[in-house]
């Protein structure tokens, strides 16, 4: 198909985890009617210039500048918007973000746009709920919390949109500090405080992936929510398929979520509320996020397994 012919999906953040995903699957798939236009702060950085060699569009745009979306937006068929919460640790920065990228996606007038969002907490846990602090003044979970309430940004302006709720991601083992640390006795401890309960977990790539899915089923996803996750696993599972990737003894380190939030580092609390809601809503929060689903929009959706095959030796081990 030649290119004027197909359909261009704007993406942004198409140099991190979730975008880059979604870029490399277009890109993979040139009979698929699909062109992408990457949007990056830096067209001149090695990752933007890397994807503008691997075919994509690359363009200048910051979800700060409400003006430069505008630009990178016009003209396209559908753009995939997501917010970066822990480059800022403030949610009302992502709203803000989320609502400029709904008035660019209503002025380009595209037809599809699919939020990378996840669950308001609030609706399960209200601020008045004692089970867990209330943090920066009105928020249980701030990078989930300001996520859900900005879906309604995008149906209020009237935006063709499909809300993807997306799952934890096992790259959090390498690039979060979430890997297994060596215990006092030399065994690894995986440290997760959600007891027996499980997981929703995702290869970060499979989650733009899983987004080509659904932009490739035309307006079937539109004014839906779809959830994703590569498999649910629990603490223990967790440990036993690390243990069997990496060879080593790694056992379950099932904290509670208080004593998680009293880690210290940035984000322990926001993260242990997040573990605690996960834990104590484990059917709705697994049950929002079909595997089957997932598999029939990305064929190729990793197992834990398969994502430790792929990726163990990533893992920093001796921290
Ligand atoms: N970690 C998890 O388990 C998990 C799970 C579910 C959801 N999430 C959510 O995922 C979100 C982050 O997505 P990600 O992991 O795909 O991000 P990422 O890998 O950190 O990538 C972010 C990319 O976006 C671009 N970017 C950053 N600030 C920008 C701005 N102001 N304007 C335009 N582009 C900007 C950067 O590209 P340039 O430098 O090229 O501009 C960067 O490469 C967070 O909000 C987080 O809450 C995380």
């Known amino acids: 198909m030649g290119n004027e012919n197909r359909k261009i999906i704007a993406v942004v ?11 490399r ?3 993979e798939d040139p009979s698929g009617g699909f062109a992408v236009r990457a949007i990056t702060r830096d067209v001149t950085s090695e990752k933007a210039r890397t994807l503008a060699t691997l075919g994509a569009e690359v363009v200048a745009a910051d979800v700060d500048d409400a003006d430069s979306l505008q630009r990178a937006f016009a003209g396209a068929y559908g753009a995939f918007c997501v917010t970066f919460f822990w480059d800022h640790f403030s949610p009302e920065k992502e709203l803000a973000q989320a609502q400029a990228m709904a008035r660019a996606a209503k002025q380009a007038g595209l037809s599809h746009v699919i939020w990378s969002t996840l669950e308001d907490t609030r609706q399960w846990v209200p601020l008045s709920d004692g089970r867990m602090p209330t943090l920066m003044g009105k928020y249980k979970v701030p990078h989930f919390d300001a996520k859900g309430e900005a879906n309604r940004l995008f149906t209020d302006a009237g935006v063709p949109t499909t809300f993807l ?4 991601y096992w790259d959090n083992l390498i690039h979060f500090g979430m890997g297994p640390k060596k215990g006092p006795d030399g065994a690894l401890l995986f440290t997760l405080p959600m007891a027996d309960k499980k997981l929703p977990g995702i ?9 080509y899915g659904i932009f490739k ?9 779809v959830g ?3 498999e649910h696993l629990t603490g223990a599972q967790m440990a036993d398929a690390l243990g069997r990737a990496l060879r080593r003894n790694v056992r379950h380190n099932a904290v509670t979520p208080e004593a998680y939030r009293g880690f210290g580092f940035p984000g322990a609390d926001d993260l242990g509320n997040m573990f605690q809601f996960n834990r104590d809503f484990e059917q709705d929060f697994c049950g929002a996020r079909s595997i089957d689903v997932s598999r029939r ?13 792929r990726n163990k030796e990533r893992i920093p081990l001796e921290a």
């Open 13 to 23: 953040g198409a140099t991190g985890a979730q975008g880059g995903g979604l870029v």
């Open 25 to 27: 699957a277009i890109l």
């Open 165 to 168: 709720l997306t799952s934890f």
């Open 203 to 211: 290869a970060s790539e499979d989650i733009g992936r899983s987004a």
């Open 217 to 225: 089923a035309g307006t079937e996803y539109v004014g839906r929510t």
């Open 228 to 230: 994703i996750a590569g």
């Open 297 to 309: 929009l990305n064929p190729g959706l990793q197992t834990f397994d398969q994502w430790l095959e």
